[in-house]
């Protein structure tokens, strides 16, 4: 038999034999080339997925844009919008342009690319994380955002930006760590707002173009020599932890915003800080801010371990109290220590019975014990404050409140439930004891449900043993924050001489742990037998101190040994300083809150030495000057805790050489895991 032909001769097809020719003209390759498919679909609400959508190389497409789309770009054309639904969840070789705009649903994981590029006048708009092989880049008039992802770049795979000059990098809602970049980096618009937390992993994140941080709860750390202008909006918080640029420009903006500084005092006096005003807060990366002076032209902000300023400061036209050459101001500290105070619901007893704190006005009476016996003074002043919580590794430096549960202390003592601020003292066997030495997790907490409230004070002419919800207490005793007060009501009495806890209190004030431990223990005790569960997480703790040293440059180096107590680490040729790095941990927190240090302590270092080409040099600084980087104060003159960070400046060294430093650890401790920063509000 002969073969069949696939044409008659009249050249019509054979019935019975398929047009070949046809189906290699309207069948798209398995391997496609992205310039060649066209978005033919409606200009809004189609589907990446849907195939009738798409035309390639002219005639319809049989499959969409996928992962053996491997060369060419796919173009989302001006005046378009394409959504990549949840179903879609790898388009790993795939170059996509966007010059109209592109929705990227959230779903249950990452998004792969190939490279997406956001054209000027286009729009991206991403719900999920976003991985590419390449890069995200977004071209001058193109606009990048992330809302509601959260998501590591810096990790594999992970995503590097490169954003052109003019070109925005949006994150709405969004927890992203950012990593390394592609080209010069961000030198576009970088907005963070609705609650989104941002931070660089490293100096490996390039950030040129201006950062605007939005809204309460927001938050952006910077580990990456911040170099570009940074604006704080609306209840904002920046933290930087690294070195900057010099005269790079924080700026307060618009409500009242947080800037937490580096804790070494060379890489805060690179900032310039605008536009500070009343209601702003400064604080410095993990210490403690014990009080702060502001000049016309400056903050000193004074921690445990010395002063940190940052290069220059101006003051917004809003702040009318804006110190001067002839007038500094000097702030208070705004996490509640040193203040008494009640919150809203507080009992207090009066001749007609228990009336609520917030209801006390100038001129009304309070019942008060003297000497065991009840008496009546008149309040002389009322004032309230309202307290915005700033979440932190420390609930009394936080602001939370504590919850003295009822019959904590003794049956009907208190006889409900009394919320205090962590410095409101108990009045106890004779003598006031701040609340927050009795913490004990149960009986009496930190209430962390609670994080914003009003608390008040009350204040009679002498300061007074007064009672609330049953248990005795303190009223009010102005050694210097009454201003930080308003009154309530339509009478203002003016503030007398500021009164000291040794002249003026009604008790002895007392934080010696010889007389609090005993009242702790039988605190807990009744805790105990009351079968009271605790309110609060364990603490996670460990011995090890992660000794070891950072270089001017970031380097770290560990430990090459142990040798009679001393920590031998070996220093490469040309390092001139390190910082001697390592855990830190409050003694209030590892040991007891009957314990009155809060201070953060490192380690406890002796004698330092260095050893280079058969000589050894001692290094003497730190158990000699008074204000030390990174150094808490002397412990006598043969040693000195550090608190995580301390400064040590080496001598000139040969060229070429290999030095060995020794440190002396005469005492480590138990430590926390985690610590973050504290802050200090500029409430003058």
């Not at 989302?76 to 949840?86: A, E, L, N, Q, R």
């Not at 950062?211 to 709860?217: C, D, E, Q, R, S």
């Not at 009476?365 to 915005?388: F, L, P």
């Amino acid at each position: 038999m002969g073969a069949i032909p696939l044409h008659s001769a009249n050249n019509t097809a054979h019935p019975c034999i398929l047009d070949f020719h046809h189906i290699m003209a309207t069948s798209t390759p398995a391997w496609t080339n992205g310039d060649l498919y066209t978005w033919v679909g409606p200009t809004t609400g189609g589907n990446w997925s849907d195939v009738s959508n798409w035309s390639y190389d002219g005639a319809p497409a049989t499959h969409v844009p996928d992962t053996q789309t491997n060369q060419g770009t796919v173009t989302i054309p001006s005046g378009v919008t394409v959504t990549v639904s949840s179903a879609t969840s790898t388009l790993s070789g795939v170059n996509i342009k966007v010059a109209g705009t592109l929705d990227i649903a959230s779903g249950t994981s990452a998004l792969a690319v190939n490279n997406l590029e956001v054209a000027s006048g286009g729009t991206a708009n991403i719900q999920r994380p976003l991985t590419a092989n390449n890069v995200l880049q977004v071209d001058n008039g193109g606009t990048a955002t992330f809302a509601n992802v959260s998501q590591d770049w810096s990790g594999y795979p992970g995503l590097k930006p490169s954003i052109a000059t003019g070109g925005t990098l949006n994150f709405d809602n969004s927890n992203i760590t950012l990593g390394s970049v592609s080209g010069s980096g961000i030198a576009g618009n970088l907005n963070i707002s609705n609650g989104s937390t941002v931070k660089t992993a490293s100096n490996s994140t390039t950030i040129t173009g201006p950062i605007t941080v939005n809204g309460a709860g927001t938050s952006f750390t910077d580990s990456s020599a911040l170099q570009s202008t940074l604006t704080l909006n609306d209840g904002a918080k920046a933290t930087i932890t690294t070195y900057p640029t010099d005269g790079t420009k924080v700026v307060f903006g618009t409500g009242n915003n947080t800037l937490i500084l580096p804790s070494d005092q060379y890489a805060a006096n690179k900032l310039v800080l605008a536009n500070l005003k009343e209601g702003d807060s400064l604080g410095v990366n993990g210490q403690t801010v014990t009080s702060a002076t502001m000049t016309s032209d400056n903050v000193k902000l004074t921690t445990s371990s010395g002063t940190i300023s940052p290069k220059s400061v101006t003051y917004d036209s809003s702040y009318k109290n804006a110190p001067t050459d002839s007038n500094p101001v000097t702030v208070n500290t705004s996490n509640g220590n040193g203040v008494i105070c009640f919150l809203a619901g507080s009992m207090i007893r009066t001749q007609d019975g228990e009336v609520a704190v917030e209801t006390l006005r100038l001129g009304d009476s309070v019942v008060v014990y003297v000497d065991g016996r009840e008496d009546v003074r008149t309040v002389t002043w009322a004032g309230r404050r309202h307290m915005t919580v700033r979440p932190g590794p420390f609930a009394d430096e936080a602001g939370y409140p504590v919850r003295i549960l009822k019959d904590a202390i003794a049956p009907g003592m208190p006889h409900t439930d009394l919320l205090v601020t962590a410095e409101h003292c108990l009045f106890l066997d004779g003598k006031f004891v701040p609340a927050r030495m009795l913490i004990n997790g149960r009986s009496i907490h930190y209430d962390t449900s609670i994080t914003s409230y009003d608390y008040f004070h009350i204040e009679t002419a002498d300061h007074s043993v007064i009672m609330a919800n049953g248990l005795l207490t303190e009223s009010f005793l102005d050694t210097g924050n009454r201003g930080d007060f308003r009154q309530d009501g339509n009478v203002f009495s003016i503030g007398g001489s500021v009164k000291s806890w040794n002249d003026d209190a009604a008790a002895p004030l007392t934080t010696d742990r010889t007389t609090v431990e005993p009242l702790f223990r039988a605190i807990e005790a009744r805790a105990d037998m009351a079968g009271l569960v605790s309110q609060a997480d364990s603490a996670v703790l460990t011995q090890d101190a992660d000794l070891h040293l950072m270089t001017e440059d970031g380097t770290i180096i560990r430990k090459t040994r142990e040798t009679n107590g001393y920590a031998m680490f070996m220093l490469p040729e040309k390092v001139r300083s390190v910082r001697l790095m390592s855990r830190t941990s409050r003694p209030s927190d590892v040991i007891g809150p009957f314990v009155d240090d809060r201070r953060e302590l490192g380690v406890l270092v002796g004698q330092i030495a260095l050893y280079e080409a058969g000589s050894t040099t001692v290094l003497p600084a730190h158990l000699a000057k008074e204000e030390l980087s990174g150094w808490s104060v002397p412990e006598g003159t043969t040693m000195r805790w550090t608190t995580g960070h301390a400064a040590i400046s080496l001598p000139s060294r040969s060229s070429h050489s290999i030095a060995m430093l020794a440190v002396q650890v005469l005492s480590n401790s138990s430590y926390l895991v985690a610590a973050e920063d504290k802050v200090i509000a500029l409430t003058a």
